[in-house]
């Protein structure tokens, strides 16, 4: 990276930093309803590296689209719709309205994640930025800080009311570790892959765009909080939800029981992890597709196809979609001798029933956003 931006700018990087997008195994939606998900960050990131410059334009170049944006510290009001370096743009602003001074720098990036597949490239390139800027501005945040404006980021300058999952999960993966993460207390742990596993992602070819049918789901979730009295949808057992049907709108009352359903399978599938029992994890995940099919209509034709067909190749464990949903990317627990067959099998597969060409791929457990 420092070799290319040297290229590209003539200038040497002082800084070089690295994040990871990230798979949700299990727990969707849940981020904002204060309950729980285990994620892991993958092997696919954002490479930034950068320098300091005089003035206050900041210059950044995409060396994989062949891309430069421009644009001034003291103007950075109105996002323009679709432009990438909206996320850098309002990670800016977020320092900036924490009190920190944002010296104009000029940057480069390099990312591997797919983009709008639900792999959150978005928070990838928001956690990279956000340690060079705090590197440039000789800052030290810690995690929660750094999570919080990239959210900020996504919430406030791109208009997406996401939750927090994105960013923790970038942030706090390692190798051959999911992530555990309680979005009511911020508390997060590292928690085993289990052994002789492998995640295998397949994108469904429908490119998903979040704004604003997420912002609808989020909505329903609060509205129905509401009604039922409490603070989130983490306050919810499935029993006392579905006590309280009468009490709420039929839609409000479906994305809750996704939710509140998530929420019980993070639990579930933890102790299964624990106990080594792959079966039901592997359940979990599949009935956690269902939910997203019948309850929290966040998952189209496709996503289905795919996880039907998943049920059918031989080494599957469990397998749902992954993220916001509304297309982008399945994910699947396979057994790992068995992965690569399983990988062509799949794409094979979905190739033959919906005539979409996917990649079907392995993907493994990295290490969170760091310097390199
Ligand atoms: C997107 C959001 C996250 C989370 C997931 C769904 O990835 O950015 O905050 O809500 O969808 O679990």
């Known amino acids: 990276m420092k070799s290319s931006f040297k290229k590209h700018f003539g200038i040497e990087a002082t800084v070089v930093a690295k994040a990871p997008g990230r798979l949700e195994i299990l727990g969707n939606h849940t981020d904002y309803n204060e309950g729980t998900v285990l994620s892991v960050a993958v092997d696919r990131a954002m490479t930034v590296a950068a320098a300091k410059v005089d003035g206050k334009t900041c210059e950044l170049y995409d060396l994989v689209i062949d891309s430069t944006k421009t644009f001034d510290l003291d103007k950075l009001d109105n996002p323009t719709k679709g432009d990438w370096s909206n996320y850098v743009k309002g990670v800016v602003q977020e320092f900036q309205k924490r009190g920190y001074t944002v010296p104009a720098f000029k940057a480069t990036l390099k990312g591997t994640v797919p983009l709008s597949a639900?792999?959150?490239?978005?928070?990838?390139?928001?956690?990279?930025?956000?340690?060079?800027?705090?590197?440039?501005?000789?800052?030290?945040?810690?995690?929660?800080?750094?999570?919080?404006?990239?959210?900020?980021?996504?919430?406030?300058?791109?208009?997406?009311?996401?939750?927090?999952?994105?960013?923790?999960?970038?942030?706090?993966?390692?190798?051959?570790?999911?992530?555990y993460s309680d979005f009511r207390s911020l508390q997060v742990h590292n928690v085993p892959i289990p052994a002789g596993t492998a995640f295998v992602v397949a994108n469904c070819m429908v490119k998903h765009n979040l704004t604003n049918e997420y912002n609808e789901r989020r909505e329903a979730c609060e509205l129905a909080a509401k009604i039922l009295g409490v603070k989130a949808l983490r306050?919810?057992?499935?029993?006392?939800?579905?006590?309280?049907?009468?009490?709420?709108?039929?839609?409000?009352?479906?994305?809750?029981?996704?939710?509140?359903?998530?929420?019980?399978?993070?639990?579930?599938?933890?102790?299964?992890?624990?106990?080594?029992?792959?079966?039901?994890?592997?359940?979990?995940?599949?009935?956690?597709?269902?939910?997203?099919?019948?309850?929290?209509?966040?998952?189209?034709?496709?996503?289905?196809?795919?996880?039907?067909?998943?049920?059918?190749?031989?080494?599957?464990?469990?397998?749902?979609?992954?993220?916001?949903?509304?297309?982008?990317?399945?994910?699947?627990?396979?057994?790992?001798?068995?992965?690569?067959?399983?990988?062509?099998?799949?794409?094979?597969?979905?190739?033959?029933?919906?005539?979409?060409?996917?990649?079907?791929?392995?993907?493994?457990?990295?290490?969170?956003?760091?310097?390199l």
């Not at 982008?328 to 062509?344: F, M, N, P, R, S």
Request: glycine letters at 10%; one cysteine or more.
């Open 118 to 179: 639900g792999m959150s490239s978005s928070a990838a390139l928001e956690m990279a930025f956000v340690l060079v800027i705090e590197k440039l501005a000789g800052l030290s945040l810690d995690w929660k800080n750094r999570a919080l404006i990239g959210q900020a980021a996504e919430n406030n300058y791109v208009g997406a009311k996401t939750g927090l999952l994105d960013q923790v999960s970038s942030l706090m993966g390692k190798e051959n570790q999911l992530v």
């Open 235 to 371: 306050d919810v057992t499935p029993e006392q939800l579905k006590a309280a049907k009468d009490k709420l709108p039929e839609v409000a009352y479906l994305r809750a029981l996704h939710v509140v359903g998530e929420i019980d399978r993070v639990e579930k599938g933890s102790q299964a992890l624990a106990a080594g029992d792959l079966d039901t994890f592997g359940r979990l995940m599949f009935e956690s597709q269902y939910s997203s099919t019948n309850y929290f209509d966040n998952s189209i034709k496709e996503l289905d196809i795919m996880v039907e067909l998943a049920k059918t190749i031989p080494g599957h464990i469990g397998a749902r979609l992954s993220g916001g949903g509304f297309g982008g990317i399945t994910v699947h627990l396979v057994k790992a001798d068995q992965a690569e067959q399983y990988c062509k099998t799949l794409a094979d597969l979905y190739q033959k029933k919906t005539g979409l060409k996917t990649e079907a791929m392995i993907c493994t457990a990295a290490q969170g956003a760091h310097y």
